[in-house]
């Protein structure tokens, strides 16, 4: 069996061994496990029913970590993402206005886009012309709107009239869980504990039981059931193919799956040769979680975990993916799992994410003026592609101004002039 495992996942060439491979694919299952209760709370947002959803995001995650596990060869792991999924919802349902059904028809062309991309020297070429300025204030922006998002949810930044939002009581039992549940949270991250977000949200749970705010009605049969799941399972609605705004709303996704995936792929890679394969498998990825209804997969900055344990080879994911077939068996207890136990990931994964902004030039303000715009755009207009457009059309514009237009692509002034038609034509 061993040696069969070791020819099929080519180990004896990666300088491993079949026991480290596992014990990376544990440990990489551990550190993304929370996103199992967490993106099926996100989706519900947008009107996905949950238990759907969460058996969707668990199938994603399946098939997304066999493709890398078998296609690529590769110790990284795909997995619904954070960002994605905030994208999914805030951006293509709430400010674009499409349903979360026309939501996956974009998904899907955003997948294929990104397969057809991953197929040719497109991803060379882009990852040249796109400012790495740009790429990092992206993700920078994305994890403020996710700090933003988790503080909302559970329940300290509230509306005002007066000030837009402020400060909500803390004597408030939501808000009481959501910090008492960070203040663990912190620690088991700083310290590096396996499972850290996963551990919080347990605890975080049981807060928020001794404090009122679990309903246990919720709680179902603890017998797997498929049912409700045909809701979202090829629940493609293709009904908007005809209007500007459905495909405004592909470029965006299409920008942002292509290049996160690009940067976070080239930067965890202990070998770049897998690149390629790595990134077809990704973007195959997004398109079969479309298909299951879910929102894209992305490489999971938690599969840092697994290669730092060792992980080099297809093994890694194998293992991690088949450990996530026994969660739909928990789908029961995920459901009773409050928002306030949630929100303190949301809150940590967006500090990790705003730590792109060290990339950036601040010294140079043509770098750091649009990335700035960029990155208070999103949370500000709660809507990630205004955060993106902001920041992709005053890019040309302050190297214009500057005598520098020679820096600027051809392909960034399309980009721009899309992102201003957008705004121009007044899609919300």
């Known amino acids: 069996m061993n040696s069969k495992l070791g020819r099929i996942f080519q180990i004896d060439n990666q300088q491993t061994s079949i026991r480290t491979e596992m014990l990376a694919g544990l440990t990489s299952f551990i550190t993304i496990a929370y996103i199992i209760a967490v993106n099926g709370a996100i989706l519900s947002n947008a009107g996905m029913p949950y238990e759907a959803a969460t058996i969707a995001t668990v199938f994603s995650a399946l098939v997304g970590c066999m493709l890398m596990a078998f296609w690529a060869k590769s110790p990284l792991i ?36 990104f397969f057809l991309v991953s197929m040719t020297k497109g991803a060379v070429y882009l990852s040249k012309k796109i400012p790495t300025s740009m790429i990092h204030a992206m993700t ?13 949810n559970g329940g300290v930044i509230v509306a005002s009239e007066g000030t837009f939002v402020q400060l909500a009581s803390l004597r408030d039992p939501h808000v009481l869980t959501t910090l008492l549940t960070l203040v663990i949270v912190v620690p088991l991250f700083l310290r590096g504990v396996r499972g850290n977000f996963l551990i919080g949200i347990i605890a975080g749970t049981i807060i928020g039981i001794l404090l009122g705010i679990v309903d246990f009605s919720q709680m179902g049969s603890f017998q797997f059931s498929m049912a409700g799941y045909d809701q979202v399972f090829f629940a493609f609605d293709f009904s908007q193919l005809h209007s500007f705004q459905f495909w405004i709303a592909v470029f965006s996704l299409s920008m942002v799956i292509i290049f996160a995936n690009m940067g976070a792929q080239l930067g965890m890679l202990p070998d770049t040769s897998k690149f390629r394969r790595s990134f077809q498998a990704n973007s195959l990825s997004i398109i079969a979680a479309s298909m299951f209804g879910c929102s894209p997969t992305t490489t999971a900055a938690e599969g840092a975990a697994g290669i730092a344990a060792g992980g080099r080879s297809g093994l890694t994911p194998f293992i991690a993916g088949l450990l996530f077939i026994p969660a739909l068996f928990l789908i ?29 030039k601040l010294d140079d303000f043509t770098e750091a003026f649009p990335a700035y715009l960029m990155i208070a755009i999103m949370p500000l207009t709660f809507s990630i592609v205004n955060g993106i457009a902001f920041g992709f059309i005053a890019y040309p514009i302050v190297k214009i101004v500057t005598g520098r237009r020679q820096e600027v692509s051809g392909a960034m002034y399309v980009i721009a002039a899309l992102f201003l038609v957008y705004f121009i034509l007044g899609v919300k």
């Open 332 to 360: 029961p207890i995920l459901k009773i799992i409050p928002s306030s136990a949630i929100a303190p990931v949301l809150i940590v994964v967006g500090c990790l994410m705003i730590q792109g902004m060290k990339h950036v």
């Open 140 to 152: 920078a922006g994305i994890g403020l709107f996710i700090g933003f998002l988790g503080l909302k």
């Open 78 to 113: 795909l997995a619904p993402g954070m960002g994605d999924n905030a994208f999914f919802v805030f951006t293509l349902v709430f400010s674009f206005g499409l349903t979360w059904q026309q939501a996956l028809a974009a998904v899907l062309i955003a997948g294929i886009v």
